[in-house]
């Protein structure tokens, strides 16, 4: 399910019966959706969300203890296809993580650029409390930006946290009282120079792999790249006429 607000794309996981449980079908209309949205220049954010009061409680444990090794791989290798297009995509990507907001389901929101949570958001990987590891990010992004420690013990333990927890230990950005508050923060970010804002999210992505001095260089050819760009120029001269 998708509906546009403005300028933004939101996407809800749409199986609310079962907490937002993912499944294939569930990961393929993902990645449509997301390579649709990375042609269309009227979409200028993308926000991850949930139908009804989840954001996901995982991987659906049906199809799950449905699995073999095969079916396993292809799901996961899915789920990386998902996740890639998440952090390749050329424009912000928001995940609003609420209620249930686990497993398979936090994987995804690991990979976009921004986390915001509900109050009343659950989060956690509970994987290992029914004997799996997570298979698509959360041993390998959620390091990238907890720590190692903490992503260990996350994943070791299946300990769930409330969303201020989360927020203490930098898995999310903000934490707000209701969705209205989320729009406001979508808008904002929405309204920013387009050639800007994918700058930033390249360039904040590509730090962690490049050397500091080559990280560097691509910062300031991004920033000269800025000035051929009509919208950066018609709004320096506008701040500059205050």
């Known amino acids: 399910m998708r509906n546009t607000v403005g300028s933004a794309l939101y996407v809800y996981l749409n199986r609310p019966d079962r907490k937002n449980a993912i499944d294939l079908e569930t990961v393929y209309d993902l990645e449509k959706i997301l390579d649709d949205s990375a042609s269309d220049d009227s979409i200028r954010a993308v926000v991850l969300s949930g139908e009804g009061k989840d954001f996901s409680a995982g991987a659906d444990i049906n199809m799950l203890a449905s699995f073999d090794s095969a079916s396993a791989y292809e799901f996961r290798m899915a789920m990386n296809r998902v996740s890639r297009k998440i952090r390749d995509l050329p424009k912000p990507v928001i995940a609003v993580l609420k209620g249930y907001s686990l497993g ?117 050819l991004y920033f000269s790249m800025l000035f051929t760009k009509k919208e950066i120029t018609d709004l320096l001269l506008k701040w500059r006429k205050r």
Request: glycine content about 10%.
């Open 104 to 220: 398979g389901g936090l994987e995804i929101a690991e990979s976009a650029d921004i986390r915001i949570a509900l109050k009343d958001a659950v989060i956690g990987q509970p994987e290992i409390s029914i004997g799996i590891n997570a298979g698509a990010g959360g041993n390998v992004i959620l390091p990238r930006i907890v720590g190692a420690g903490r992503a260990m013990y996350m994943a070791m333990t299946g300990r769930k946290m409330s969303a201020m927890e989360a927020k203490a230990m930098g898995l999310v950005d903000e934490v707000v009282e209701d969705e209205d508050q989320v729009r406001s923060i979508v808008d904002d970010i929405a309204g920013k120079p387009q050639a800007t804002l994918q700058y930033i999210k390249k360039l904040v992505n590509a730090s962690l792999d490049l050397p500091i001095d080559r990280a560097m260089e691509e910062e300031a």
